[in-house]
């Protein structure tokens, strides 16, 4: 379907965008030109979305009444992205976006720099080997951890990666089409927007979804991964965490389970990782001892907020800490230290101070002459000898012309990092006759156990400016609530968050209820709470069900005609009762810190799986091959070349973000596979 408008529907367009955003001492949505925005939406990102829009200007009419509108699911989505559109910077007011300026905020808070532009040796599909040693699928915080190992240790590599290379400058522009944002735009980091499908199961209903749809369980699809464009928090998980089921029990209709390792099996390549990649800030959180080897670098300086914060966490009688972050709070390493910048988590580093796999292991790895990086490139299956043994990866690409690519290479070993999602994907469409429902799925676990994070937090808006906005913002946190809570499985980290972009603050302030959707009220709102707001937020532990799950559905394929991922599942009733206890103190920390209003925030969905930026749990690790999909040394049972280097192994998904954890499995299972 076209995304074209009539011209009277353009008009109404313009009349409801005057409506949404209208002009005072700052221009109107329509007058930067937000129209054109939408128009654009619909012909370049969007064409499916034509039908909403026209539905909403059916429900505006020729007189378009704002409270109707806004009274009509349709017409309360079309408002919105009006004004996403004129808060995301569209159209200039003094040589810079008119949001901007009426809210203060400026992308270059620490500025000015020099933007750096780092380039990786990727290698034409036509110049790949046959065989190497071993192949590496995906190159994000497992797959490329395991590349520096391997190829280190004298072998040769192929990491495969099913992204592109983008630019840093096509990931620091733009505030809607970023793999953090959740209006719906495709971001330079979808895996080939409409060529990839995936098909969605909520409330029972089952539909086919694009990337950037949010059922979709979207991560970044890129050289690097999401470590690319991430947050870069970098927690461990506590020993607890590993022995959820033995502290709390297993509650009816979950899937919780012990590690069959230890946190002293991980604590060595925890302090691995954190050396080698560089790790700022730290503090003593109160459920694991302190590290074996100090931290490399000190954390970032506090701000007023966050001593304001510190303080509030004082007197509640609460234990604070800085966040420990993938970010250079120093020049280390040939990287510059953080410029404080205010776009951090969704966008990449201008600077490269945020460690992601791109410029820490797979430079290193390629560097060692033995490792070979192709992008655009998806491993489509693994191949088997007549015994079932790995003996090959099936790759697939489109030319620029859209031909179809085919290859097969031989290799010794295969380390699987394509995420949660696609790691059962890939092994589902590997199934062969000795192993007919999926390789290593004999006992139907591939897939299971799938879980992300739910967040909890609270909104809190102060009577003065609290806002500063000097990047990464993420600075404090306390961890007194990871175990612990009466009642409550599990728990959570909370700490401030992140500086939002002016349409993210828009989406929170209005989520929460604190200011109108709309209008001339909605406007003045945004431009006096937009400094005067602090999000606190963290992700809970989550109790896994069975039922929570990765299928293939050989209905629905690809653009290769491959079948792409199903998502089914629900959160758990222990998982609401965790959010809101956290949401709770939350809560309590903003409003002790001086907020004059708050607000909690709600859990989502409950018959809707659990997926997203930390999605995890679908090929886990066990001890028995009836429970689990690979070993305690992450090889994939009945395959002893095969092993898993992602977020999918991990038995539980701790009540913080868990990249660190993924860094340090992998490193312990590539050392595991070069001793």
Same mark, same amino acid.
């Given at each position: ?80 992205? *009006? ?36 380039? *990786? ?101 890129? /050289? ?25 029990? /297993?509650? +009816? ?76 709070? +120093? ?52 191949? /088997? ?198 949401? +709770? ?91």
């Amino acid at each position: 379907m076209g995304g074209s408008l009539s011209g009277q529907q353009r008009l109404v367009l313009g009349w409801l965008a005057e409506l949404a955003v209208p002009a005072d001492e700052f221009p109107s949505a329509r007058d930067v030109g937000v129209v054109e925005f939408v128009e654009r939406v619909l012909a370049e990102d969007r064409p499916d979305w034509l039908p909403r829009v026209v539905r909403g200007l059916e429900v505006a009419g020729m007189e378009p009444d704002l409270d109707v509108v806004l009274a009509d699911p349709d017409g309360a989505w079309l408002v919105r992205l *009006l004004a996403q559109g004129f808060y995301a910077g569209e159209g200039q007011y003094d040589g810079q976006p008119a949001a901007w300026v009426m809210v203060g905020w400026q992308p270059a808070a620490g500025g000015p720099w020099e933007p750096v532009e780092l380039e *990786l040796a990727v290698t034409p599909r036509a110049a790949l080997a046959d065989r190497y040693d071993c192949v590496i699928i995906g190159s994000g915080a497992g797959g490329g951890a395991a590349a520096q190992v391997v190829a280190e240790s004298g072998r040769s590599v192929l990491v495969v990666e099913t992204g592109r290379y983008p630019a840093t400058d096509d990931l620091t522009r733009d505030h809607l089409r970023n793999p953090r944002s959740v209006v719906g735009l495709p971001a330079p980091t979808d895996p080939d927007p409409r060529g990839r499908p995936r098909v969605s199961v909520v409330d029972g209903e089952r539909r086919v979804v694009l990337p950037p749809d949010g059922r979709w369980g979207n991560n970044a699809f890129t /050289v690097g991964g999401g470590t690319r464009v991430y947050g870069a928090q970098a927690w461990r998980f506590v020993p607890r965490d590993f022995r959820m089921a033995s502290t709390y029990g /297993v509650p +009816e209709g979950s899937g919780l389970a012990d590690w069959p390792i230890s946190y002293d099996d991980l604590e060595p390549y925890y302090s691995l990782a954190e050396q080698r990649f560089g790790v700022s800030g730290g503090g003593v959180d109160p459920w694991h001892d302190p590290r074996s080897i100090p931290l490399p670098m000190p954390p970032m300086p506090r701000s007023a907020t966050t001593q304001r914060l510190a303080a509030a966490a004082e007197r509640l009688g609460w234990g604070t800490l800085d966040v420990p972050l993938l970010i250079n709070s +120093e020049d280390r390493d040939g990287r510059s230290g953080c410029v404080r910048c205010g776009q951090c988590v969704g966008f990449a580093c201008p600077v490269e101070a945020k460690a992601g796999t791109h410029n820490t292991a797979l430079p290193a790895a390629l560097a060692t002459g033995r490792c070979t990086l192709v992008t655009e490139t998806t491993a489509e299956r693994l191949v /088997v000898d007549s015994r079932g043994r790995v003996t090959g990866v099936a790759l697939v690409a489109a030319d620029a012309d859209g031909r179809i690519w085919r290859r097969t290479v031989d290799c010794a070993d295969v380390l699987i990092a394509a995420g949660a999602t696609e790691t059962p994907r890939l092994l589902l469409n590997s199934a062969h006759d000795g192993e007919p429902r999926g390789l290593g799925n004999n006992l139907d676990q591939v897939g299971r156990y799938l879980q992300a994070h739910v967040y909890a937090g609270a909104v809190g808006l102060f009577d003065d400016e609290v806002a500063e906005l000097i990047g990464p913002g993420v600075s404090i946190a306390t961890c007194d609530f990871r175990h612990g809570n009466d009642g409550i499985i599990g728990g959570g980290m909370l700490a401030n968050e992140f500086v939002p972009t002016p349409a993210a603050t828009y989406d929170y302030l209005t989520g929460a209820g604190l200011i109108p959707r709309a209008g001339s009220a909605g406007k003045q709102a945004m431009r006096r709470e937009a400094r005067r707001m602090l999000r606190v937020v963290g992700p809970i532990q989550e109790v896994s069900s069975a039922d929570s799950r990765v299928r293939v559905d050989p209905g629905v394929a690809d653009r290769f005609g491959n079948p792409v991922v199903e998502i089914s599942g629900s959160i758990h009733p222990e998982d609401f009762r965790a959010q809101a206890y956290m949401s +709770e103190k939350a809560r309590q920390w903003l409003a002790e810190a001086g907020a004059v209003r708050t607000a909690v925030g709600g859990a989502g969905t409950p018959n809707r799986a659990s997926v997203g930026q930390h999605q995890a749990g679908t090929c886990r690790m066990g001890d028995d091959p009836a429970r689990s999909v690979v070993d305690p040394d992450g090889r994939v049972w009945g395959h002893d070349n095969v092993r898993i280097v992602d977020g999918s192994v991990n038995v539980t998904n701790g009540g913080v973000n868990p990249v660190l954890t993924i860094l340090a499995g992998s490193l312990r299972t590539a050392a595991h596979l070069v001793s």
